[in-house]
């Protein structure tokens, strides 16, 4: 018995069957190739697959992200989808996972909303188990020397977007992304215990890149 579908190699793009070793066409015995998790621990199974996988394929170096937009800025920075792997808001499951499954280096980029909460020690960044941008934001901000006349400003601020579009009026604000990006990096390195390499990128959905933390750069 032969299954053709009409344009099964295009649709195959828009699935997970990539990430299954599925290439040439589209499943459709056992599975849709789309991935639809209906719980936690589904999802989470789904990315302890793509980290084992990319590892076994010979990727040691992994570029955790948050979803689409972060998959389309890392592309930007020049990495492909081979190393890319969405980790929705378990940032800290996946961490654990590249340190148990010896991945060599990891690179977490994502939006400045998500990146504030990781921050603050935050590693399940969906914003019904904790949301604290605004003070982790304020409060390192504040450290690093913000003029009090912003205050105000950034404390009625409803994003960490506008936060960020605030403080272009700031002239110390881009040594205030590096720095918080290495407070990020400094974060993940004591949760997988500094047994990985580390790079952390915060970017702006209307600035780009805002900060970085790269070693030896």
Do not use: C
């Not at 828009?14 to 066409?25: A, M, R, V």
């Not at 969405?86 to 280096?105: M, N, P, W």
């Not at 913000?146 to 009026?169: C, G, Y």
């Not at 720095?179 to 209307?206: C, G, P, T, W």
């Amino acid at each position: 018995m032969k299954y053709i579908v009409p344009n099964g190699s295009k649709i195959a793009t828009q699935t997970f069957n990539s990430e299954l070793g599925i290439e040439g066409g589209i499943s459709i015995l056992g599975t849709t190739g789309r991935v639809f998790p209906m719980s936690q621990g589904s999802f989470m199974e789904t990315i302890r697959l793509q980290i084992r996988q990319r590892i076994a394929l010979g990727f040691p170096t992994l570029v955790l992200v948050p979803g689409n937009y972060g998959e389309k800025f890392a592309q930007s920075l020049g990495w492909d989808s081979q190393h890319i792997i969405r980790t929705s808001g378990y940032i800290g499951f996946a961490l654990d996972t590249a340190r148990i499954e010896k991945a060599k280096r990891i690179v977490v980029i994502g939006q400045v909303g998500k990146m504030v909460k990781i921050a603050g020690g935050i590693f399940n960044t969906h914003n019904e188990v904790a949301d604290a941008r605004r003070e982790i934001l304020f409060a390192h901000l504040v450290r690093f020397g913000l003029p009090t006349q912003f205050f105000d400003d950034i404390w009625l601020a409803t994003t960490a977007e506008q936060v960020s579009q605030i403080l272009n009026s700031w002239p110390s604000a881009a040594q205030f992304w590096d720095y918080l990006a290495h407070e990020i990096a400094l974060k993940i390195n004591k949760r997988i215990k500094s047994e990985l390499s580390v790079e952390v990128y915060i970017f702006s959905l209307k600035q780009g890149l805002l900060g970085k933390d790269v070693p030896d750069e």
